[in-house]
C-alpha cells in the first residue's frame, strides 16, 4: 500500500452506517489537505484532526491515510461515499455482478450483515473471515487455521472496506493470489487502492 508521510490527518466521523461499513463501525470522511475519501472507520474514533504519524498507529485510521494517499495519485480529489438510500441499490447491484461474473461459493473479508445476505441468496456457499466481528447463521465464519483451504475452495475471495481494521489486506490479496482466485473489492474507499493492489473494484454510485 502506499508510503505514508508527516502531515495532519483530518477525521469527520458521520452518526451513520453504510455498505462500506462493517457491523458496528461507522462512516468518516477522512482528509489529508484537500484530498477526502470516505471510509469505514472502528466505533472509538473520533472527529478531530491527526499526526499522520500516530494515526497509522489504529488500523482503522491507517486504512484512512492510505485510502486518501492512493486517491492522491489518481486524477480525482476525493472518493466520497453515496447518499444512504442508495446503498441498497448498490448492493444489489455488486451481487447481481458477482454471481454472473464469479458464481460461488464466496469468501467475504470483513463481515458486513445485508451484503452476506445478499450473496447467500446466489451463492451456493458463503464463507466469512472476520477476526473482529462474529455473526448468526447461515453464514460460516472461518478462522485463521482454515482460511488457506477455504480460499482454495471458492470461485472468488470479496473485500469490504471495513475488513481493514481487523485484516491486513495486502496479505490477503497476495494469499488468494497465490490461489489463483480473483479479489474484488467495493466501497469507495477502494477507489485508489485497489489499483496499486492489483485487484478488481466496484463502486457503481460513490463520487
Excluded: W
Aim: contains cysteine; glycine residues 8%.
Amino acid at each position: 500500500m502506499s508510503r505514508v508521510g508527516s502531515g495532519k490527518l483530518s477525521v469527520t466521523v458521520y452518526e451513520r452506517h453504510g455498505v462500506d461499513t462493517c457491523e458496528g463501525q461507522k462512516i468518516a470522511r477522512c482528509c489529508i489537505g484537500n484530498i477526502c475519501v470516505d471510509a469505514p472507520v472502528d466505533p472509538q474514533v473520533k472527529s478531530g484532526e491527526y499526526d499522520i504519524s500516530s494515526a497509522v498507529e489504529d488500523p482503522s485510521l491507517r486504512f484512512c491515510v492510505e485510502a486518501v494517499r492512493a486517491r492522491a495519485l489518481t486524477a480525482a480529489k476525493s472518493a466520497l461515499a453515496c447518499h444512504p438510500h442508495e446503498s441498497a441499490r448498490c448492493v444489489k447491484r455488486f451481487v447481481e455482478y458477482i454471481g454472473l461474473a464469479f458464481g460461488g461459493p464466496v469468501l467475504l473479508v470483513g463481515y458486513n450483515e445485508r451484503v452476506a445476505e445478499e450473496l447467500n441468496a446466489i451463492s451456493p456457499y458463503i464463507y466469512i473471515y472476520d477476526p473482529n466481528r462474529v455473526g448468526p447463521r447461515p453464514f460460516e465464519f472461518v478462522d485463521e487455521a482454515n482460511l488457506a483451504d477455504v480460499i482454495y475452495r471458492v470461485s472468488v475471495v470479496v473485500i469490504a472496506p471495513g475488513a481493514a481494521s481487523s485484516v491486513n489486506i495486502g496479505d490477503m490479496v497476495s494469499l488468494a493470489k497465490r490461489a489463483g482466485k480473483p479479489v474484488v473489492a467495493y466501497g469507495v474507499s477502494f477507489a485508489g487502492l485497489a489499483k496499486q493492489l492489483g485487484i478488481a473494484y466496484f463502486c457503481p454510485f460513490g463520487k
